[in-house]
């Protein structure tokens, strides 16, 4: 019984150490002109890395990424955010594997998590832990933002790198300026937002909806819905089958009850996939729509 146990457990290892192995190869070492130095992460092909603000900010106006296979290439800062911590680079590599992005609004505490870095300038170190908390921060011009609280240690040269969960993907962007005894990451879902913003992509669902109140006993849990009361010709709710008549309840883990709530499901969107829960014809379903980067209206 205890071999069978000692295997199992080597099997988890072995698969955890491939699969850091693997996301590291999306991992950059960002060098400025002084002394610092930080963490990026290829978050999109083509070479787009996410980091955190303040390492360009300390970058001296001079930025190199060093890959994991040796190069050493000249990283062009494309927008920035000193209130989110939020950068985002480009840097002349299209064979650089991203990394996907999960879904941080659905992570719970307990989970286990993984950060990967250059604490102190050691290069590609992994490091692990579990969410030990998850809230909201408020930014100094009021925005408030989702930050995920882990026992990962992290030391200067992690800030930027990515916050993993268990399948490797990132759920935050590690942010050592918000500091404290636990280590911070910038929720995903925000930097999501973020990045859609400043690269002017909107996503689309493509319905018409007002908010309809229930009677009561419909549905124990909750007032109101969503109701569909129109949909676009060729719009993603189209292709996904949504119909007019459905009461939209639920888009991923934003309750629907107002128009508002769906603009808000839709700018958190971390996926090209949006989960709608609706109830139609008495009946609740759950519905996987993809999202048309077109626009930021329902």
């Known amino acids: 019984m205890m071999m069978h146990v000692f295997y199992h457990t080597s099997g988890i290892a072995a698969g955890f150490a491939d699969l ?38 300390g970058a001296g106006g001079v930025l190199r990424a060093q890959t994991l296979d040796g190069r050493d290439l000249p990283a ?44 102190w300038g050691q290069p590609w170190v992994v490091t692990a832990g579990i969410v030990s908390g998850l809230g909201e921060a408020e930014t100094r011009n009021g925005q408030r933002i989702a930050f995920i609280r882990s026992d990962v240690r992290l030391a200067p040269g992690n800030s930027g790198g990515p916050l993993l969960d268990a399948r490797g993907r990132v759920i935050g962007i590690n942010a050592m300026v918000f500091g404290g005894d636990l280590s911070v990451a910038i929720a995903s879902h925000i930097v999501e937002h973020w990045l ?50 459905d009461l939209l309840l639920h888009a991923d883990a934003v309750s629907l009850e107002r128009p508002e ?38």
Do not use: C, K
């Open 20 to 57: 850091a192995e693997r996301t590291r190869q999306s991992v950059v070492h960002l060098r400025g002109a002084g002394r610092g130095s930080g963490t990026g992460v290829i978050w999109q092909p083509g070479g787009i890395v996410l980091t955190n603000d303040h390492v360009v900010a």
């Open 76 to 119: 062009t800062v494309m927008a920035r955010s000193q209130d989110l911590d939020l950068a985002v680079l480009r840097i002349a590599a299209d064979d650089l594997p991203h990394v996907g992005t999960g879904d941080s609004a659905q992570l719970r505490v307990g989970e286990l998590v993984f950060a990967i870095g250059h604490p």
């Open 196 to 245: 859609n913003s400043v690269q002017g992509r909107r996503v689309r669902l493509g319905v018409g909806v007002q908010s309809l109140p229930l009677p009561e006993g419909v549905l124990n849990e909750r007032s109101s819905g969503l109701l569909v009361v129109s949909i676009e010709p060729g719009s993603s709710a189209e292709q996904a089958g949504l119909m007019v008549g």
């Open 261 to 298: 709530d769906l603009r808000t499901a839709l700018q958190r969107a971390a996926n090209a996939t949006i989960r709608l829960r609706l109830l139609r014809a008495g009946e609740i379903r759950v519905i996987d729509a993809s999202l048309d980067g077109a626009s930021q209206e329902p």
